[in-house]
């Protein structure tokens, strides 16, 4: 059965956090609002969680899925960080900029498609930041779309797929952003930007 709850985006109550940081430790799926669109996450480390994501989310599991970090310190957990890493994340994090790095061998390969390469990102939003905070984990930040349909922005847009078959939907309103994040890709040189989104191609390469 999944579970509803409102939530407030600027100021969540500890209660849903810690209900949240509880699905995410138990392997369970969640709906989450974010400084973009609605997110789809669960526990990166869990394997079996996110072989139920990709299967919810009717994704191909040769596509990797992006990784939610509370900032620099989490991300080194999960990934090499570069230098040229370090002075994105220094100036565009948190925000909507998603940076693709060599990953550690920590995640599975599933989370990445079977590729040795993870795209994180910091979200300036403080529903995802405070439950990886109490959770102590990383989150799964893909789209809360079918695979190949429109990313939401609001609740009732969410697909009756998603809505049924996760543990928890947290009804933050409306998302501040309603695009999907920038995507840059550092494991090649020049680096490459994979997907377009709020930040600028020439303010994010000028960055480096």
């Known amino acids: ?4 709850k409102r939530v407030n985006p600027q100021n969540p109550d500890p209660e849903t956090v810690a209900l949240a940081a509880q699905v995410l430790e138990s392997g369970g ?10 997110g789809l996450g669960c526990n990166p480390y869990d394997t079996s969680a996110v072989e139920r994501l ?8 040769t596509s990797a899925v992006p990784v939610a970090v509370s900032g620099t310190s989490m991300a080194s957990k999960l990934a090499l960080v570069t230098y040229k890493a370090r002075i994105l994340m220094q100036r565009f994090w948190p ?6 790095l060599s990953k550690k061998a920590v995640i599975p390969p599933l989370v990445t498609g079977g590729e040795e390469s993870i795209g994180i990102r910091m979200p300036n939003h403080t529903v995802p930041l405070r439950m990886m905070e109490v959770a102590g984990l990383p989150i799964v930040a893909t789209s809360a ?4 349909k429109p990313s939401p922005s609001v609740l009732d847009a969410l697909s009756v797929e998603i809505s049924s078959e996760v543990n928890l939907i947290l009804d933050g ?14 494991t090649v040189d020049p680096p490459k ?6 930040i600028s191609d020439e303010v994010l390469l000028g960055a480096i």
């Open 173 to 186: 309103g409306r998302t501040t952003g309603g695009v999907e994040s920038t995507v840059l890709d550092l």
């Open 1 to 4: 059965m999944t579970i509803h």
């Open 54 to 61: 990709f299967t919810v989310k009717r994704r191909p599991t």
């Open 145 to 148: 779309n079918l695979h190949g």
């Open 95 to 100: 925000g909507p900029l998603t940076i693709v």
């Open 193 to 198: 930007i994979l997907r377009r989104g709020p």
């Open 29 to 38: 799926l969640i709906v989450y609002p974010t400084d973009t669109v609605y």
